[in-house]
């Protein structure tokens, strides 16, 4: 193997190990023809796309207008993934609100949310129903 090829393998195996991927380009070993790129995709952290996700779902959220009138409160942890596509999938309630028709309701809402920000793995999210804004 000739020694260019051989540094250029090292190169992109070495881009993989933790505290090397993301070295700063004056720490790193200019090697013809191989441009380093950080293997985190560009654009909002995962954090910001769950409260990104959050915010989606509380925006399309319906207070059922009996537990609105009854004065009904709580919040539902709902669990689910996302497809590559943005629909989420395998939506249940993890732990209800305490009323049946809230934690339908957030079902619902994580259905009509869609397309969600794409996110690795199974997230819960809390969907809230407030009578009166959070301060």
């Known amino acids: ?20 991927g993301r070295a700063n380009d004056a720490d790193r070993v200019p090697v013809a023809g191989v441009r380093f790129v950080d293997a985190a995709p560009e654009g909002p952290s ?31 942890l709902v669990r689910f993934d996302i497809e590559p596509d943005g629909t989420p999938r395998d939506v249940v309630v993890h732990r209800s609100s305490g009323r049946p028709s809230l934690d ?8 009509a949310s869609a397309p969600l920000p794409w996110v690795y793995g199974l997230l819960e999210v809390p969907v809230r129903f407030a009578l009166e804004p959070r301060q």
């Open 46 to 76: 995962a954090e910001e796309r769950v409260l990104e996700i959050r915010r989606r779902i509380q925006a399309v959220l319906v207070y059922p207008t009996r537990a609105r009138s009854d004065a009904f409160e709580g919040i539902a």
């Open 104 to 111: 339908r309701a957030a079902l619902r809402a994580v259905a």
């Open 1 to 20: 193997m000739k020694a260019s090829t051989f540094a250029t393998l090292a190169g992109l195996l070495l881009v993989g190990l933790p505290g090397i």
